[in-house]
């Protein structure tokens, strides 16, 4: 039997599993735990409020590896430090003193893809982007993602473009890249009996508000809808920031349709979602979004951007329907082709909630995360 490893899993989010990076890493490592190995966290909690502001890009990685250092100098190093991708960049070097632990990058969305979309969003005058951002971005966040996975030893990412960029610009061989999948919470699944698919007057939107998520092609397929269907509301579920900030996106006369849920145990989110015929999702850039899993989970169709992560799940027309990027008027139609059609929605939904249960559970798609850590168990040993 190979000796258990130290793994300490690293990223600058709170622990609590609400976000859907949190809930990801860790119940993914709850299974990896189940293999005999010793999980550790190092989150934005081990943060001190003074350094968790404009530097955390800084801090936090400095930090971590003070800590490393710190259990390496105790006696007990790490066997594997899994780092998300932006803060990576300071455990590239001094690999002595911090134990020679194996580098694992974990991505979620691959930091130069997505500064690409960034700036071709900036160039179609969609979001524009500041001289200090131009500047400060690639600085601090791109030059620490890239030094850190120049220097991985592995690395998980997202969806398969991401695979494929890491292969083409970085030299990685298959077998030194991973590519992993969300899963859902059995809570989702549960209520999927319960599904009425004659529901057709609500739409949900699942996950931050960013402009990267569509924030804008949302507002304006929604501001279209609406003026031909007066029943019809919006949910926003999980914002990450306050109602009225994102309220603000929208039309006034709009606003009494809007329906802002916070975060919440697993099972309140996915009764909530029984109420919502559509699941929006018209990112310009993901890795693989958890929310787009736990919606199919419940039976409910998603109208989704072919792009990323999403199209690496979503089969157009068979489980969902896949629009192009930045078209705000394909996300509405495919929506009212969705809304108008019941049967449409019902075949949609039960082949999605059908998806999410054979391929989409945490102990299936751990399978590649463990089988990561037991190869480097077997090399730690032959070593």
Known sequence: MTRPL???VAQNVPHHRCGGMSRMLGFLHDRVALDGHEVEFFTADQMPARWNGRFARFSFPWLLRRHIIAAARAGRPYDVVNVHEPHAGMLAFGQRAMGDPYLVVTSHGLEERGWQVALADAELGRMPLSRKARFLHPATVLSQARLGLRHADHVFC???DDRSYLMREYGYTPERVTRLFPAADPAYA?????????????ILVFGTWLPRKGAADIVAAFESLAATRPRLKLT???MGFPAESVAAWFPESLRTRLEFVPPSGEAELAERMLSAAVYWIPSLFEGTPQTLIETMATGMPAVATATCGMKDVVRDSENGLLIPL?????LASATDRLLSDRKLRERLGRQAHAD????????????????????????????
């Open 6 to 8: 130290r793994i300490l």
């Open 158 to 160: 997202l969806n398969d």
């Open 190 to 202: 549960v209520v999927f009996p319960r599904r009425d698919y004659s529901l057709e007057d609500r």
């Open 236 to 238: 926003l579920m999980g």
């Open 326 to 330: 930045r078209v705000p008027a394909a």
């Open 356 to 383: 999410a249960a054979e391929h989409y559970t945490w102990d299936r798609v751990a399978e590649p995360v463990r089988a990561v850590y037991q190869r480097i168990a077997e090399e730690r040993i032959l070593a």
